[in-house]
């Protein structure tokens, strides 16, 4: 992904700042906010994103040691550096994919009818880490499927 579609250094900076709201689960977490201000106190809509948010938390905490324990690196492709910053020099799993794909199983029992924008957006921030250079296409794929276990398990289905 990093050898193709990058012809336009504006929708390579478009994406690489996209992605970097989703540092840590950033972009969850305000999201998972903003739905549980604006949900009534004491409904089960309130209590969903309240769950969402300690979830997307329990997931990131959960990668980080899962990443200290592999301790893969980062790709290096010679003659393509990577497009953004990053917080470690760990790469298994993406953070970025655990987290969306967590949050999403979460926040879609909070507002079901926004169900494909949130897998929509957790797919964005999996698929731009390896296009920005700084994940393995694995690393996605197992944050994502790490994040949605880690959802499902800890009952947000």
Avoid at 69 to 88: A, F, I, N
Avoid at 95 to 108: D, G, K, L, M, P
């Amino acid at each position: 992904m990093r050898t193709h579609g990058h012809r336009n250094r504006r929708i390579e900076r478009a994406i690489e700042l996209a992605s970097r709201s989703g540092e840590h689960g950033a972009f969850w977490y305000a999201l998972g906010a903003l739905g549980w201000a604006y949900a009534k106190p004491g409904t089960p809509q309130r209590r969903a994103w309240g769950r969402g948010i300690a979830v997307t938390a329990f997931s990131y905490g959960l990668n980080t040691a899962l990443k200290q324990t592999v301790k893969r690196p980062r790709p290096q492709l010679q003659g393509l550096p990577q497009l953004t910053p990053v917080v470690s020099k760990l790469s298994f799993p993406s953070a970025h994919a655990t987290t969306s794909f967590a949050a999403a199983t979460c926040f879609r029992r909070a507002w079901p009818i926004a169900t494909p924008l949130f897998y929509g957006a957790a797919k964005f921030f999996a698929v731009s880490r390896p296009y920005l250079g700084v994940h393995y296409p694995s690393d996605v794929l197992a944050g994502a499927a790490l994040g949605t276990v880690t959802g499902r398990l800890l009952r947000c289905r």
